[in-house]
């Protein structure tokens, strides 16, 4: 009689865990979305678990993860060729299940963004040359569909999962000279919709080739201009509740990138309102003006605040007041309710601009010595507190 209790309540408590929903459920993944979440991007060399437990242990709810970086069995990862995609290459999905089931070991959800597609190679993985096929020849747009076909249904019962961003920062305007919004480029727009230079429509084709194979998890789409928000009155939304609008860094790039900035500007003090403009003060109201486009998208299509995401904001940490310029970022965002993920969590190349737990200082000469002997530089990195990544990390640790 008592070994039959006892049966009966394992019974009884697999029953129970049975009808408790995976995280992989359409409701599950979706939730995951309904309050605002703080992550990062990342993207590594080598498949290194250390880094998703420091993820973990920082805080960041979830990693937007870019897989392009990471040793590839063909020319492409998981592509295998962007000049001619037929299958995933099961080596690289290896390596990649790999990862998403050490995520989910430390509690680390997932959202995966491709750098490369079909017909649209990495530029840094294409001798620098922008590849714009993808915007010219239906052929690489049906491959990309192809090849989002076969990841989604391969991908959507990982638990670790709860969105996929199909294509980085698209730029199809480029192609055709613009990089601006110009009245010449409204025209352009206007005269090339639904042809294949359309971002609007390859986002509503790419949705529905995810969609047919996985009608659960949410899909974040990026906009024209490299999802710049000055793009943002150019994107159409989709028919889908389960699709999230992301928009990427709203400093100037003149400003926050070191290498071009060359000590001309810095946050507040010395802003430029165009490119190569003398620098003049900003205040609070300059900085939160430019997230207007953004907050005009929402209210124009009835888009939640949990359905949009700033899922790239950075500033090179040697750029004078990029800790202000964070502060004030992530003020607006939290404002907003906005999800938002910043760039980049602990890169593990030979760069480190962005790399906010270096704070202010050089890479140590062992680092670099590491690198010239062909060693890992990992180790040489002294990853320390300091007042950059302070407010990052007072922002992961609040409730």
């Not at 010219?136 to 709860?162: C, G, H, S, T």
């Not at 299509?301 to 502060?327: M, N, Q």
Request: charged fraction near 25%; aromatic fraction near 16%.
């Amino acid at each position: 009689m008592k070994m039959y209790r006892v049966t009966r309540k394992i019974v009884l408590l697999c029953l129970l865990l049975m009808q408790v929903p995976s995280f992989s459920d359409s409701s599950e993944k979706m939730a995951f979305w309904s309050v605002q979440k703080r992550g990062a991007n990342g993207a590594l060399h080598k498949f290194r678990p250390e880094w998703f437990k420091a993820a973990a242990d920082v805080g960041l709810e979830f990693i937007r993860f870019a897989p392009d970086k990471l040793p590839a069995a063909e020319r492409d990862f998981l592509i295998g060729n962007a000049d001619h995609f037929t299958s995933l290459n099961e080596t690289d999905f290896a390596l990649l299940g790999q990862i998403l089931d050490i995520a989910h070991h430390y509690h680390l959800k997932i959202v995966l963004v491709m750098y490369s597609l079909p017909g649209c190679r990495w530029r840094q993985h294409n001798d620098d040359v922008d590849d714009s096929r993808i915007w010219q020849d239906e052929y690489f747009q049906e491959q990309a569909f192809a090849f989002w076909r076969q990841l989604a249904f391969r991908l959507k019962n990982f638990p670790a999962i709860v969105a996929y961003n199909p294509l980085n920062e698209p730029h199809p305007e480029q192609a055709f000279g613009f990089e601006e919004p110009t009245k010449e480029f409204v025209e352009w727009f206007e005269k090339y919709k639904n042809t294949t230079a359309d971002l609007n429509k390859f986002n509503r084709l790419m949705l529905a080739a995810i969609r047919s194979v996985d009608p659960d998890t949410p899909v974040m789409l990026d906009g024209y201009f490299f999802a710049d928000v000055k793009g943002m009155p150019f994107n159409e939304p989709v028919d889908d509740v389960k699709t999230l609008y992301t928009f990427h860094n709203i400093a100037p790039w003149q400003f926050a990138a070191f290498r071009i900035n060359k000590g001309r500007y810095s946050y507040p003090d010395k802003m430029p309102n165009f490119w190569d403009a003398p620098g003049v003060p900003w205040r609070f109201v300059d900085l939160e003006n430019r997230v207007d486009p953004v907050v005009a998208f929402s209210a124009k299509h009835d888009i939640p605040a949990h359905r949009i995401i700033a899922s790239e904001f950075w500033c090179d940490r040697r750029v004078p007041g990029c800790k202000e310029y964070l502060t004030d970022a992530i003020t607006i965002y939290n404002f907003h309710q906005w999800h938002w993920a910043f760039y980049d969590f602990r890169s593990d190349g030979n760069w480190g601009g962005l790399d906010y737990e270096l704070g202010t200082e050089k890479l140590d000469w062992k680092f670099w010595q590491a690198v010239e002997n062909g060693e890992d530089g990992e180790p040489f990195k002294n990853r320390h507190d300091n007042p950059i990544w302070h407010v990052l990390q007072k922002e992961l640790s609040s409730p």
